[in-house]
């Protein structure tokens, strides 16, 4: 039996949806702890989705500023043989507050005004922020040579969901998206791949009823390791997404997040304790890899 593939995503939102929005340094020393994880284990690899839209252009005075800043620490990532992709966060200013802009064309003119400078930082692969999308928007991604688009999230829509989208008529498998309907396969299609996130029960205590979440290895192992264990037993790929600010320490205790790298380390053990279980080992891939194994 193939070894699964696991794409460990990890988005740097530049902001602690946490603490409110606070703007924080996530490329900066706050990411230390988290490179000493990847450092210890040295077959995960990871592809890391980068800020680079027009709040961080208006922020930074140059939206490609935070790469510049972290350099140093981006070069030992690709050294290393992760992957750097593009995150934008389209948000438009109204009341002088910065809120999601859902105009999905003037969200289109926005990446293509970006998407060189994307491209130009050798960034292929992308995730769009809170998962937005329209044919309009994926079609730009595609029209400018991006392979891989990982903002599907195939679950239902629920109220309390930040953000506008709707991938609710979404499978989990990868696909090339419709032109006439980004969230579903169907011909004539776009080249660049869609490779949803995984998704599955994941109960946290405030809970009411099922919640189908997004594998996230920064929750507290007691929720999501019961998961982990049997993933393998129905699944041949998972897709996990994190932020570095849900692994600094906090004051206060989130329920469901664990605010630890030895939470996150704990979390990826496991999946590939239960890639063994299945009979099988796991191979940690990037994003760009996924493009290779799914034919056009």
């Not at 030992?76 to 999905?104: I, M």
Request: aromatic share 8%.
């Amino acid at each position: 039996m193939s070894a699964r593939r696991v794409f460990l995503t990890i988005d740097l939102d530049l902001v602690d949806h946490l603490a409110g929005g606070a703007e924080i340094d996530e490329l900066g020393a706050a990411l230390d702890p988290l490179l000493d994880v990847f450092r210890r284990h040295p077959a995960w690899k990871a592809t890391w989705l980068i800020r680079l839209d027009a709040q961080i252009e208006h922020r930074f005075g140059d939206a490609s500023r935070p790469h510049a800043d972290a350099a140093s620490r981006l070069a030992e990532l690709l050294r290393a043989g992760h992957e750097l992709g593009w995150h934008p966060h389209c948000y438009a200013r109204q009341n002088g507050a910065w809120v999601q802009n859902t105009d999905g064309e003037s969200v289109a003119n926005e990446l293509r005004r970006f998407a060189p400078s994307a491209w130009s930082l050798g960034l292929r692969t992308a995730r769009m922020g809170w998962a937005f999308h329209t044919n309009a928007t994926l079609r730009v991604l595609s029209d400018h040579d991006f392979v891989v688009d990982s903002s599907a999230i195939p679950r239902p829509v629920y109220p309390w969901d930040r953000g506008a989208k709707d991938w609710s008529s979404t499978a989990p498998a990868p696909y090339h998206p419709s032109l006439a309907d980004y969230r579903v396969p169907g011909a004539p299609s776009l080249p660049i791949l869609e490779l949803p996130i995984s998704v599955a029960p994941v109960r946290a205590p405030y809970d009411e009823g099922t919640v189908i979440r997004y594998l996230n290895p920064a929750y507290r192992p007691a929720a999501l390791q019961p998961v982990l264990r049997s993933w393998f037993d129905s699944h041949d790929l998972a897709v996990l997404v994190t932020h570095p600010h849900e692994l600094f320490p906090r004051s206060v205790e989130h329920a469901l997040i664990a605010s630890s790298t030895d939470a996150f380390e704990e979390n990826v053990v496991s999946l590939e304790e239960s890639a063994a279980a299945a009979g099988t080992g796991v191979r940690f891939v990037t994003l760009s890899r996924a493009a290779s194994a799914v034919p056009a």
